[in-house]
């Protein structure tokens, strides 16, 4: 299965797509996270991604296109991947069909996460992560069963993303409709489109989620 998901910054993009690659063994591919890599590896990429994402733009589509056309034809991709985060501009888009139209296939669904812009800047304001084994928290919607404890790995240690901020967000959000929003319409015209309620309870946009799939497989 190749799958989309699509969603403004805090719709819960990665908390979903890391439910549906364990139940479905395929990868979650997330630009954002293969971005902060780069960043603290400091790649050449990652030096040219830094100051962008810290205030709150849009990476430049040759970078992220290449990265994910690197990442698409790796082995554990060969039976689909969850894309989160990509594509995010018309031109991503566009340059995603042709990658894999010329590997003779083509995307089976695209799920886009419907939330209210002040529901959104609460979620990313008080979003945290596991520092070992990358699990997301949420100081009021998701927390680990012990506080300071991972559920998955029992670390202690957590992060916060540089952008993670009220007045990044907002700046996301505007990037996110100027640049994200038109991809709606792009993957309704082609029949891929299915909209899920994303203020729903994290277990319920999960079931919706695989709701969608079963009416496109
Ligand atoms: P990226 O990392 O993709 O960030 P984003 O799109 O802004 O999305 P987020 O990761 O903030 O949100 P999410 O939807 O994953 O939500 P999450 O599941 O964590 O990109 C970062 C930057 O990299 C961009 O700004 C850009 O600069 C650059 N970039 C990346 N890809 C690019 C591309 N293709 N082109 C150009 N530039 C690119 O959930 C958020 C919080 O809410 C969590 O704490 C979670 O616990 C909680 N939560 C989740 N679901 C629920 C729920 N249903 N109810 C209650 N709480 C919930
Ligand atoms: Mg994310």
């Given amino acids: 299965m190749k799958l989309i998901l699509l969603g403004p910054p805090g719709a819960g993009k990665g908390t979903q797509a890391k439910f549906l690659s364990a139940a479905h ?3 979650q591919l997330s630009t954002g ?3 902060r890599a780069a960043v603290k ?7 040219r991604a830094k100051s962008v994402m810290e205030a709150g733009g849009l990476v430049s589509d040759d970078i992220v296109v290449d990265i994910i056309a690197d990442r698409i034809a790796q082995a554990d991709c060969a039976k689909g991947f969850i894309l989160d985060g990509f594509p995010r501009t018309l031109a991503q ?3 995603l069909d042709r990658l894999l139209a010329s590997k003779k296939t083509a995307l ?4 886009a996460m419907r939330v209210d812009d002040d529901i959104l800047v609460r979620r990313v304001s008080g979003r945290y992560t596991c520092g070992t084994c990358g699990s997301g928290y949420h100081d009021e919607f998701q927390k680990p069963k012990k506080a300071g404890v991972c559920d998955k790995c029992g670390g202690t240690t957590f ?14 959000l505007m990037a996110y409709y ?3 929003s038109p991809l709606i319409g792009y993957y309704f015209a082609l029949g891929k489109l299915s909209v899920v309620d994303g203020m729903a309870e994290i277990r319920a946009v999960t079931i919706a989620i695989e709701g969608a799939l079963k009416t496109v497989k």
């Avoid at 590896?41 to 030096?47: C, I, L, R």
């Avoid at 992060?159 to 996301?172: K, M």
């Fill in 33 to 35: 996270d293969m971005l």
């Fill in 108 to 111: 089976d669904a695209v799920v």
């Fill in 41 to 47: 590896a400091g790649s050449t990429v990652g030096k």
């Fill in 25 to 27: 063994g395929i990868p």
């Fill in 178 to 180: 100027r640049e994200t």
């Fill in 159 to 172: 992060t916060r993303r540089a952008d993670d901020n009220a007045e990044t967000v907002r700046t996301r």
């Fill in 93 to 95: 888009a566009a340059a």
